[in-house]
């Protein structure tokens, strides 16, 4: 049985930083393509990031690039979402999504809330 699950949500002010974390199991992590989504209040799910399998080649949206950092440790089934420099318009849920010849998979999200 595949399963993902999101941590490290929390409630920060503007300019701190966060660390989420995803750990997948039920099936072979290093060879899924890993994808960090976010959904905000009121607004549709957009795709911030994603890491290829090996962890060698990264993607961001214009939004977060240059403060968002995708990494994967494979070996511990467990990838993560450095955000710094954290802004109001960061909050949002935040989804873990694996695509693997499997399928597709999503976890259930963690919230990440930025305010004073």
């Known amino acids: 049985q595949v399963e993902l699950r999101e941590s490290g949500g929390a409630q920060v002010q503007p300019g701190e930083s966060l660390r989420l974390s995803c750990v997948a199991s039920g099936f072979t992590f290093r060879t899924a393509l890993v994808k960090w989504h976010r959904q905000a209040p009121g607004k549709e799910r957009e795709l911030v990031g994603s890491?290829?399998?090996?962890?060698?080649?990264?993607d961001y949206s214009t939004s977060v690039a240059g403060r968002f950092t995708i990494s994967r440790d494979n070996p511990k089934n467990t990838a993560y979402l450095q955000m710094d420099n954290l802004k109001s318009e960061d909050t949002a849920v935040y989804y873990c999504h694996l695509i693997h010849f499997l399928g597709e998979f999503w976890g259930p999200g963690t919230q990440v809330t930025v305010s004073l």
């Open positions: 890491i290829n399998k090996d962890g060698s080649t990264f």
